[in-house]
């Protein structure tokens, strides 16, 4: 061998054993690393930066200082720092953090600032306090025109005015009169009980009756003797509460309540105000939640005055958004429906005419942004590049014409409100964006969009937290449903180390209820953190949304229609299939995990085709539809009384009996949402069949474990696996 060639060996031996070395290096997670209550999890999330707007101003907001940049070329033109803020705030009033600081006022230098018991109008040019506020209400909701504030303390709802004087409103305030508080347990897009005329002068509030709803017996297990604390909940086909809504009148100090008849089996859902204060609409559902009118009050007398539009669907029809009134013509609003099997935007007048369809497609609106002033266009999220994607486009309200603003790729305006909307995004004029969005391969980005312009500045790219560990490989793929047609999305995620040869234990991560996608274009493709734990373990992760999963259309959400979890196990099987033709799967070793409506599913599953699933964890599973609520319940299955077959098909009690696989069941003591008689029903249905799942309780915790608690949860459902499945 030449000289040269025995260099050339060497310095390959070399670069392998450097290479080995260094991937030797790579640090391996822990659940304090992944998970949510874990003590380095903010570490290991990528970094973000907060944004807000003043007017057309940009703001980014962090807790030491709010810098103001010009959205023109992002030149900082002034800072309020939390220093500069303090030294002039009384010690009582001094503040920890701007983080949550407000700039209600496009055309004043007022900040709203709170030190968490009172409100307070900050004037950072003029360094001074202009105005202030009690606060600190678990329940509340501030006016920016009237500076008036409604709150509920000690289950009275209340108002202070600008000048702070108060007006207690209600004097029956209970646990069973409730008042300005959300109703119908947050379904049809409820969020909240209080809402402001645009110019702050009256306030409509919800008041619920739910006197005549069953108590269920909760039970507080940390006091010296057991104590109860029971939870209304009205469960499928039994009585529902009784709500109406109040109007006060600030300047005349009256309240009126909406003449809208017997509330009994009635929804009144998506309240908004008419933009000159004086009307009231309102999306009202029967209880069968198959029709829909959208109902207009006079705020001052509460008379009705009539219904100027009316949706009925077969199965179900469910109003998730309010209307929306376009800026520059108060008698036009816009409306969303699925009335065409999508959700699109619908043009009406206030008389109720239709005047147009402005989005059509197999895609879904997700939310309207906003407008554009000038433009006289909306700004939507859409699924219209891809059924897994979230991009924004501005639309033409003329002709329907849309635009794509952001690159066309992941998921984009990842900034949330209250009410689960979008449109703190947009700027006052709606001439910027600022799009805080990812890709699988992309953490983080923040871009500032403009309107009419294709180029987009970058704000924030974050870095990948993860580069210095063993991640494992994310994929995203399609296979048909049961139906041999429909497409359904997957996300797998590989082994750390991955080898073709080898064969892995699998486990099947299922949710599969409505209101919910769990595979997305964003970062590793929606991967749960859990998800890479495991990987690192060497297990295979397999994620699929089934049909009755959201975002797909109407057809594809309700083939689940009075029967829960036929059709998804169906899909979920079609899964298996799949799985079970990868030479890399072990067939005998497939597991199944979920909580909730995936803990009813991960049930199912396991009792179906106990062929299939060697070991479950079910989290808060639902067990048998009847004794879920109301609202949801009857949506999907109608009553036990009008579908008595659905239940029987879809109970879990009967299948206790074909239970054969390992099943550990967990469930939070005191869960409001999927209430413990689900899980311990099934436990008893085991124990007369025979069948020995196994069960652990989380003492005090509600549907999902709290703080820390889900570090021990996930250890908990990690180490059952290694124990049966691994």
Not at 39 to 51: C, F, G, L, T, V
Request: net charge negative; proline share 4%.
């Amino acid at each position: 061998m030449m000289r040269t060639d025995l260099l050339k060996t060497a310095v390959l031996v070399f670069l392998a054993a450097f290479s080995t070395t260094t991937m030797a290096q790579k640090k391996a997670f822990t659940l304090e690393d992944l998970n949510f209550g874990g003590k380095n999890y903010r570490a290991m999330s990528p970094k973000n930066e907060s944004y807000s707007w003043w007017g057309d101003q940009l703001v980014r907001t962090d807790g030491k200082a709010c810098t103001i940049l010009d959205p023109a070329n992002l030149k900082e033109t002034g800072v309020i720092s939390l220093d500069e803020v303090n030294k002039v705030l009384s010690e009582d009033d001094a503040l920890t953090s701007l983080a949550w600081a407000e700039f209600p006022y496009p055309d004043s230098t007022l900040m709203l600032i709170g030190n968490g018991t009172e409100n307070l109008l900050y004037d950072w040019r003029k360094a001074k306090v202009t105005w202030k506020q009690k606060s600190g209400f678990a329940v509340s909701s501030w006016s920016k025109d009237s500076r008036a504030m409604a709150y509920v303390d000690n289950d009275q709802l209340y108002v202070i005015d600008a000048k702070g004087n108060v007006t207690q409103l209600t004097h029956d305030g209970s646990r069973e009169i409730v008042y300005g508080q959300s109703v119908h347990r947050d379904e049809f897009g409820i969020y909240k009980g209080l809402f402001w005329s645009p110019d702050g002068q009256r306030l409509a509030f919800y008041r619920m009756d739910q006197s005549m709803v069953d108590d269920y017996p909760q039970v507080n297990t940390f006091t010296r003797i057991a104590t109860e604390e029971p939870d209304k909940y009205p469960m499928a086909g039994e009585k529902s509460h009784l709500v109406t809504v109040g109007v006060y009148d600030l300047r005349s100090g009256t309240t009126t309540y909406l003449k809208a008849g017997d509330p009994t089996d009635r929804y009144f859902t998506n309240i908004q105000w008419a933009p000159d204060s004086k009307a009231i609409y309102i999306q009202e559902l029967n209880r069968d939640q198959t029709d829909i009118q959208l109902t207009v009050y006079d705020a001052a007398s509460g008379d009705r005055r009539g219904v100027i539009y009316k949706e009925h669907n077969d199965r179900y029809a469910e109003p998730l958004f309010p209307i929306t009134f376009l800026p520059w013509d108060s008698r036009k609003f816009l409306l969303m429906s699925q009335k065409d099997g999508y959700n699109h935007l619908y043009l009406m007048d206030t008389d109720g005419k239709m005047l147009r369809q402005v989005t059509k497609g197999q895609w879904v609106v997700l939310d309207l942004v906003g407008f554009n002033l000038k433009r006289r266009s909306a700004v939507i999220l859409s699924t219209e590049a891809s059924p897994i994607q979230n991009n924004l486009y501005e639309v033409n309200l003329s002709n329907g014409k849309r635009t794509l603003l952001d690159n066309g790729r992941g998921c984009h305006a990842n900034t949330w409100q209250e009410d689960g909307r979008h449109s703190t995004v947009l700027s006052s004029s709606g001439k910027y964006i600022y799009d805080n969005y990812s890709e699988p391969d992309v953490p983080r980005r923040i871009e500032l969009l403009t309107l009419g312009k294709k180029d987009r500045q970058l704000l924030f790219e974050a870095d990948d937290p993860w580069a210095e560990y063993e991640v494992p490989e994310y994929l995203c793929g399609t296979i048909k449903a049961a139906d041999g047609t429909t497409d359904l999305y997957y996300r797998m995620v590989k082994p750390v180390g991955f080898d073709p040869a080898r064969k892995y234990p699998t486990v099947v991560y299922v949710y599969g209820g409505p209101h919910a996608r769990n595979v997305e274009a964003r970062w590793h493709y929606m991967s749960r953190s859990w998800e890479t734990y495991m990987a690192q373990k060497g297990y295979l992760l397999f994620i699929l949304d089934n049909r009755g999963s959201k975002d797909r259309g109407l057809a594809f959400e309700q083939a689940t229609f009075r029967q829960l979890g036929q059709v998804e196990m169906e899909d979920q099987m079609k899964g298996i299939e799949y799985l079970k033709s990868l030479s890399y799967v072990d067939a005998d070793r497939i597991g199944v995990h979920g909580w909730s409506f995936g803990g009813y599913m991960t049930i199912t599953l396991m009792t179906h085709h106990p062929e299939v699933f060697k070991v479950g964890v079910a989290g808060g599973p639902v067990i048998d539809w009847k004794w879920y609520e109301v609202m949801y319940g009857e949506r999907y299955m109608d009553t036990p009384a009008s579908n008595p077959e659905g239940y029987e098909k879809t109970s879990l009690i009967p299948q206790a009996k074909n239970l054969k696989g390992k099943l550990q069941i967990i469930q939070g003591l005191n869960d409001k949402t999927v209430v413990p008689q689900h899980c311990i029903s099934f436990i008893e249905a085991c124990i007369q069949a025979g069948t020995q799942p196994d069960f652990f309780v989380y003492p005090g915790e509600p549907h999902n474990m709290r703080g820390h608690k889900s570090v021990h949860l996930h250890e908990r459902i990690s180490q059952y696996f290694d124990d049966y499945l691994k």
